[in-house]
């Protein structure tokens, strides 16, 4: 494709014939004005007889002399400021001919292609940087910059895009530093979050779907799991849902089963196509969602299952009984650690490191390969509902309603900073992402935040009539219970 160019002659002869036109205006007023002014000495002759004022001493005779005299002396005055005139004309269009020669000269001398055209990749970087701000980030990276060589090393450079999240969100970002921290997909993600949520009305599509669910979500790829108080789960293929249709709701549910657990269905986990359903019965159960929801794994635990971490070959369940459970889909066998003193209520994992946050007010960390307690955060006067993990900050919810970052770079888990960002009850749903932070809350709102220091609310959504148990965002889908989705466009 050819860039687009720029005539250099075009805009010069516009510029020649701007300058020709305002000094022949000119020209022509210098005329008029000395033919209006040859008229006001003639009628002022008449008048006056003479300069002198005495009329007596004139004879008539020689005052209409006068008056020849006066006027072809006009005239030749007239006729010399025209000459001149005319002449500094031609002078002129001669200098303004020979600036544009010596400007073509040069172009043909620095410039490549044809003459007389600037390309668009010969601008001044500063000019383009300015132009490409205008884009989005995602369509700078995946399409400007497969277009040349030079617009590739334009944005290679962390310093653009730093500079470029900085100007529109000027807080600190990212809260913790990271080592190696993807400058340009933070951006593209923080555009396209800000973008899509701050007018979630033209970029998204909301339905509801209120049949047999009363408790957690989870997301696995366009699949939606849901879990009932009445035993019921759900199994939702979100991709079949057409906004243009509303009896297509009936086709998304692929999979219901009544007898899935014997109490209330409270959480929910998957994995690489696996889920992980987790009960009041004791029970967590593993299903094959590529193989229809075919049952896999039952799990027998002490106390009823509050909350479920699920990863390759491993299960993390909080037990209402204070203990955190270690399941192996593997042989089957379930082990637990001890690490709190009342009902473990959340927890997340890593390959370092176990965070379980307990009514006892306290967080811990167990480290995985040592298997030890590495670390115990306490919460004042509160106790966490829910956490987050990830990107080097652990983000924590409270009954209160308030959010906690921690720093967890080189295992520090040290306290940021605490915010009020305007839940009036408890925090019940918190996730981290690059391009915004959510959460949700008893006082049935749902918040899109931005993940910097500080952090701004993006937009609030308030589609719920009671308490919103849960919150998952994956795959550019935003799921809560009670028993909304929300769905990219």
Not at 240 to 252: C, F, G, I, M
Request: aromatic share 10%.
């Amino acid at each position: 494709m050819q860039a687009p160019i720029f005539k250099y002659s075009f805009l010069q002869q516009i510029a020649y014939f701007g300058v020709l036109l305002v000094f022949q205006d000119k020209m022509h007023f210098t005329v008029q004005e000395s033919a209006v002014n040859g008229k006001m000495e003639e009628s002022h002759g008449v008048i006056s007889q003479n300069r002198n004022g005495n009329r007596d001493e004139i004879p008539q005779v020689d005052v209409e002399k006068e008056m020849v005299c006066e006027n072809v002396e006009n005239a030749d005055l007239l006729f010399a400021e025209n000459s001149y005139q005319m002449t500094t004309e031609r002078n002129l269009k001669d200098d303004i001919n020979n600036e544009i020669a010596d400007m073509d000269h040069i172009n043909e001398e620095n410039m490549e292609g044809p003459t007389e055209n600037l390309i668009l990749e010969k601008l001044p970087v500063e000019i383009l940087m300015h132009i490409f701000n205008f884009l989005d980030a995602r369509f700078i990276v995946k399409t400007l910059t497969k277009v040349c060589v030079e617009f590739e090393n334009m944005f290679n450079s962390d310093i653009y895009w730093k500079t470029r999240i900085s100007k529109q969100w000027p807080k600190k970002y990212p809260i913790v530093p990271e080592e190696n921290f993807d400058w340009r997909e933070a951006c593209i993600e923080r555009e396209e979050q800000y973008r899509q949520w701050s007018k979630p009305e033209e970029t998204c599509e909301h339905f509801m779907f209120n049949d047999n669910i009363f408790a957690s979500v989870d997301g696995e790829g366009t699949l939606l799991a849901t879990g009932s108080r009445d035993r019921y789960m759900n199994l939702l293929d979100l991709s079949k849902y057409d906004p243009d249709e509303p009896n297509s709701k009936k086709e998304v549910i692929v999979h219901t089963d009544p007898k899935a657990h014997k109490g209330w269905i409270w959480s929910f986990a998957s994995w690489d196509g696996c889920l992980a359903t987790g009960s009041w019965d004791t029970h967590v159960k593993t299903w094959d969602l590529s193989g229809g929801c075919a049952p896999v794994n039952d799990f027998k635990c002490k106390s009823a299952v509050l909350g479920l971490h699920m990863e390759e070959n491993q299960i993390y369940a909080a037990g209402y009984n204070s203990r955190t459970y270690i399941l192996d889909p593997r042989s089957g066998e379930v082990t637990w650690k001890k690490v709190h003193k009342q009902p473990v209520l959340c927890l997340k994992a890593n390959p370092d490191y176990i965070i379980t946050g307990s009514e006892d007010k306290t967080v811990v960390i167990f480290d995985r390969r040592a298997d030890e307690v590495y670390k115990t955060i306490e919460l004042e006067d509160t106790y966490a509902m829910c956490i987050s993990y990830s990107n080097n900050q652990l983000w924590i919810g409270d009954k209160n309603g308030q959010i906690h970052v921690y720093d967890a770079q080189y295992g520090k888990f040290e306290l940021v900073k605490t915010f009020d960002v305007g839940h009036a009850e408890k925090v019940t749903g918190i996730c981290y992402t690059p391009g915004a932070l959510f959460t949700c809350s008893t006082d049935s709102k749902i918040k899109i935040l931005e993940p910097n220091l500080d952090p701004g609310v993006i937009n609030t959504l308030s589609v719920h009539n009671g308490a919103v148990a849960r919150l998952s965002v994956q795959n550019g889908v935003t799921n809560d219970n009670i028993p909304e989705i929300t769905t990219n466009k």
